[in-house]
């Protein structure tokens, strides 16, 4: 089954949309509209510009894909997110029913993808969240480090589908988001030495910190995690910078796509608890989750036919 877009690169720009439903036998009708006209929306962008690189994926929360399709199975691992509270850092939890994530060369092209969804959904929902994030120089997180880097690859969509283990579901994908604003005062005083091993990297080079200089406690050591077999696990990111200078807001979407959630998770509890617990990740004392949530991300064949139950 094919996927919807979860591999792309995080792209030049991204929009970020998260709405709540409040009745879901009302919105059934304008959701399954949208997921009707949704193809045909994206591929007319990329026909009238075929460089901007436009992307459009779409998943649901636990409550919504019960409440709209009440005759789907459940995805195995899809439930409501559930805060993670270690002795110092807390993932909050926040509500989520429909999500969007728009990316592209062009924020021209997102903006208009993302009013014609929003007038076919109208008011059959409310807005939760709408974030707009852009790339900040060479791929850099707004902390000034290179983000991606170790993502997968070549084997990409083995990490980012669900494959023949939940075989209703097969290449569909769990989508966990996160806002993260950051003390950027706090941060921007620490030397960059300092900083290069709260990454467990170089900040000019991106090169990796050797096992003897990287602390336990350095973002890429506890997220770096194995399976049973001793496989490196992993997920695929997305993250995006975004900004508010005015306000003072410096902040991280983070995006992780994955097969299974319980990957994404257990390195949420890495970070958030740490693994000895205590040993949470360095980068929460200069950053602070504000929001948190987990989506479902049909494959591309059953949102379309989504549409037409
Ligand atoms: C404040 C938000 C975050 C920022 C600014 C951030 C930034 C970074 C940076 C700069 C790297 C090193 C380069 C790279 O390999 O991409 C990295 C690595 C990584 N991050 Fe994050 N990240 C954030 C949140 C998260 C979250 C919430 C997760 C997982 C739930 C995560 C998972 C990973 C993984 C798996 C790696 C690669 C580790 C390895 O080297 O094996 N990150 N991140």
Request: charge should be negative; hydrophobic fraction near 35%.
């Amino acid at each position: 089954m094919k996927p919807q877009d979860v591999t792309e690169h995080p792209g030049e720009h991204a929009i970020f949309i998260i709405f709540g439903l409040t009745d879901y036998t009302r919105t059934r009708g304008p959701v399954r509209e949208l997921l009707g006209a949704l193809p045909a929306l994206v591929r007319s962008l990329k026909n009238r510009c075929p460089d901007c690189g436009i992307s459009c994926v779409m998943g649901f929360g636990a409550q919504a894909w019960a409440g709209l399709f009440p005759e789907q199975p459940v995805p195995r691992e899809l439930h409501e997110f559930q805060e993670i509270k270690g002795e110092k850092h807390t993932a909050v939890a926040t509500p989520g029913d429909l999500f969007f994530h728009l990316r592209a060369k062009k924020m021209d092209a997102i903006i208009e993808l993302a009013s014609y969804i929003s007038s076919d959904l109208g008011d059959s929902v409310r807005v939760i969240d709408e974030t707009h994030g852009f790339r900040y120089q060479d791929s850099r997180a707004i902390i000034g480090f290179v983000d991606g880097t170790e993502n997968p690859a070549d084997e990409a969509l083995e990490f980012a589908a669900i494959g023949r283990e939940d075989p209703d579901f097969t290449g569909g994908s769990y989508a966990m988001t996160q806002k993260y604003l950051h003390d950027m005062e706090a941060w921007q005083k620490l030397p960059v030495e300092e900083q290069e091993k709260v990454i467990g990297r170089r900040k000019f080079t991106d090169r990796e910190l050797t096992d003897e200089e990287k602390p336990g406690n350095a973002h890429n050591a506890v997220t770096n995690i194995k399976g049973p077999e001793g496989r490196e696990l992993k997920i695929v990111r997305a993250n995006i910078a975004f900004a508010s200078p005015a306000k003072g807001e410096y902040g991280t979407y983070f995006i992780g796509y994955a097969g299974t959630f319980s990957t994404t998770r257990k390195m949420l509890e890495n970070m958030f608890i740490g693994d000895p617990p205590g040993n949470s990740d360095r980068l929460l004392e200069y950053s602070r989750a504000v929001s948190g949530a987990l989506f479902f991300i049909p494959s591309a064949r059953l949102l379309e036919n989504l549409a037409g139950d």
